[in-house]
């Protein structure tokens, strides 16, 4: 079992969800600037993280069906966060608190361990986003991200999707088309 899914399932078992949320398409989860510490279990629906630089806004990742989902950095640091959450599509998502999640975690060696292998994955996949953005083509990371979540181009609008691999619409357009 990987170690997303056997801690949804320790979730699950302990009956730890507090809240079930439904968002509307571009209703926010979380807005810049604000603490945010839970952690969300997207069940369906879609969502971006995203940051807003002098009225420019970047995607930085994307949320899907059945993932995990968050204000990482205001979830790491109990600060607010410099991040806002949107959804892209009607979403529904559970929700467990720090607290909460950081007891079950804690409850067992084997909960401990998934939760660092899961911490490690995400280390490194973002070390790989940033290696990918630093040194790769538009055409390179359109490739990579096709391969990597192909599900992305049929939930997320085409914006948002070059504004993650930091080009714009035109440019994407473009590559699909070649």
Known sequence: ??????????????????ETIILNR???????????TNLYFVFSGSL?????????????????????????????SNEP???????LR?????VISKVAFMDMIHASEKNLQQWHQVLSQLVYS??????DLLTSSPEQRYER???????????VPHK???SYLRMTPETLSRIKKS
């Open 48 to 76: 971006r993280v995203f940051i807003n630089d002098d009225g420019q806004e970047h995607t930085i990742r994307f949320g899907y069906e059945n993932s995990f989902f968050g204000a990482l950095d205001s979830f790491i």
């Open 145 to 155: 991200v096709l391969k990597r979540s192909p599900q992305l181009f049929q939930e």
């Open 81 to 87: 966060s410099v991040y806002s959450i949107q959804a």
């Open 1 to 18: 079992m990987n170690p997303l899914a056997h801690l949804l399932e320790e979730i699950e078992n302990r009956n730890a969800w507090q």
């Open 90 to 94: 009607k979403a529904e998502l559970s």
């Open 126 to 131: 973002q070390m790989e986003r940033e290696l």
């Open 160 to 162: 948002y999707i070059a």
């Open 26 to 36: 571009n209703e926010f989860l979380h807005q810049a600037g604000k603490v945010n």
